[in-house]
T-cell receptor, first 114, second 112 residues
Framework: DSGVTQTPKHLITATGQRVTLRCSPR?????VYWYQQSLDQGLQFLIQYYNGEERAKGNILERFSAQQFPDLHSELNLSSLELGDSALYFC?????????????FGPGTRLTVT | QQQVKQSPQSLIVQKGGIPIINCAYE??????FPWYQQFPGKGPALLIAIRPDVSEKKEGRFTISFNKSAKQFSLHIMDSQPGDSATYFCAASTRGAQKLVFGQGTRLTINP
């Protein structure tokens, strides 16, 4: 158990809908990262937050957004869902902001768009 | 330049053998190279990581070999066991840009 929690574990929704994925980092970790894992693209970095502020952006679609709250949990919002958004979404956390450090992954949310 | 290329895509080894998974990168700014192990239905779990100031790091049965001049690193699993059957990912990141760039993964099967 990495100490990172994610809810829900599974999510099935229809095209055009909006969903919210939730992540709680390990105790004491200030950085949260979101990654998408799909069969064709592998594991891709989406976005990073550090202590409530956006720190880095990767291959995140404009239909997707995220935020980190004062209690450090984070939410990833996916809107206008398309079939191609079906994937595993992972949250990871680490302790630091500027120094490269270990990232610990949660169990993921499997999103299925029908 | 941000890519990490991983090979092989799949690997089958007999129990007790030493599977070797290789990764290559182009970006010389990468300074942190972790390996992750992922079982079906689970998140990637950090296995071992290395920084470019050392050429080898060993933790239990897992060893990373790092060749800075060739921009390559590899994972060796000693005395492999069926329980090691999983997908393994190499990754890389740069100081100050902590996002991990992942290889495509290697599906490892250890036959009993």
């Amino acid at each position: 158990d990495s100490g990172v929690t994610q809810t829900p574990k599974h999510l099935i929704t229809a095209t055009g809908q909006r969903v919210t994925l939730r992540c709680s980092p390990r105790s004491g970790d200030l950085s949260v990262y979101w990654y998408q894992q799909s069969l064709d693209q592998g594991l891709q970095f989406l976005i990073q937050y550090y202590n409530g502020e956006e720190r880095a952006k990767g291959n995140i679609l404009e239909r997707f957004s995220a935020q980190q709250f004062p209690d450090l949990h984070s939410e990833l919002n996916l809107s206008s869902l398309e079939l191609g958004d079906s994937a595993l979404y992972f949250c990871a956390s680490s302790a630091t902001r500027t120094e490269t450090s270990e990232q610990y992954f949660g169990p993921g949310t499997r999103l299925t768009v029908t | 330049q941000q890519q990490v290329k991983q090979s092989p895509q799949s690997l089958i080894v007999q129990k007790g053998g030493i599977p070797i998974i290789n990764c290559a990168y182009e970006n010389t700014a990468f300074d942190y190279f972790p390996w992750y192990q992922q079982f079906p239905g689970k998140g990637p779990a950090l296995l071992i990581a290395i920084r470019p100031d050392v050429s080898e790091k060993k933790e239990g049965r897992f060893t990373i070999s790092f060749n800075k001049s060739a921009k390559q690193f590899s994972l060796h699993i000693m005395d492999s066991q069926p329980g090691d059957s999983a997908t393994y990912f190499c990754a890389a990141s740069t100081r100050g840009a902590q996002k991990l760039v992942f290889g495509q993964g290697t599906r490892l099967t250890i036959n009993p």
